[in-house]
């Protein structure tokens, strides 16, 4: 189902709600184009507005393609600025936090958990922070008060709209958050890019209550077999991989039959630990193809975790069940044990069963988007 609105100067004008056979692009843009037809306007769209979802986007089966060669013209794209303003939002995730493999980062689901435990009267103010004061100045935060209090006085179409004026303002020590009140973590999906927003607001503004237990985990996917965790004891670096190459992988690969191991392919991402000489010398006598950003005998573009099962499937998923665990960590051990747990749940059946639907459809958007990354779409 889609709607069909049109705007001409100052008018709107709701075409239709027609009902389509499928979701797909095909199917999206036959929809609009008869009810186009119907009021006899297929000569006067000049432009169209529309989500970002793979659907609507894509290079050679989305629907803004078909409809563009149905009525034989090229239009003026104007995404949804939701949907635009989350794809910039979402750089900037990435740069930061790495890239995630759904709408509900991990970082988001541990303070949802934490949220009933957590004193609301007790924050800590974004200014407060010496880190963040050097990089704003005062007439910035005395021209953004001005400007979010008065919009505060206005009505505001949404509720989220609302909370995350106040929590700016909060942030800036310009408005009691005692008095305002801290609202539950709600729902997110990719096109929320304010809820995302709001999320880190609340996050930094609770800092002050948060443990961060940090642990660095090796896991690897061997057809339908896990292999791993393993834990590094230290930060990861070069030596620190080197070793765990020469000396815990071969003992994960020992049941592997031999016709098998001749025939692995082996890959892992641009992490600098992965990328020097050392490492690289290794891998190369270790296998016969190794699929890497450096050094490897095929190339892998970096940042790119939308064809990788464990990026888009089996970290998300064993963090779920780690995060998800109702009795509170309070140790590395913890963690650890928590880790062990969630991959022991990883049987052959469920790995097979994940990998054969999501890769697939994965495979399939990367068609239609032409090679080019599609995570977002998600």
Known sequence: MCAVLITYGENDQLLGVPLADSSTGEEQALAVYECLQEWGLTNCVKAM???TTASNTGRLNGACTILEQMLDKELLYFACRHHILEVVLRGVFEVKLGSTTGPHPDLFKKI????????KTKYDMGISNKNVEKHITSQFITEITADFKSKLTEFQPRDDYKELLELVLVFFGTLDGREVGFKTPGAITHARWMAKAIYCLKIYLFRGHQTVYNVNVWCGLLGNRLLGPYFYENILDGEGYLD???NELPIML???PLDVRRDMIFQHDGCPAHGTNRVK???QQMFRLIIALRGGTIPWPPRSPDLTPLDYFLWGYSKDLVYNNQA???SVDEVKRSVRAACATLTPDVIS??????WVRRAEICFEQGGGRFEHLF
């Open 49 to 51: 507005c529309f989500d």
């Open 112 to 119: 949802e958990k934490a949220w009933p435990n957590i004193d």
């Open 244 to 246: 765990f190459l020469q």
């Open 254 to 256: 020992e049941n592997i």
């Open 281 to 283: 010398r290794h891998v």
């Open 328 to 330: 509170p960590i309070e």
């Open 353 to 358: 069963a994940a990998l054969n639907k999501d």
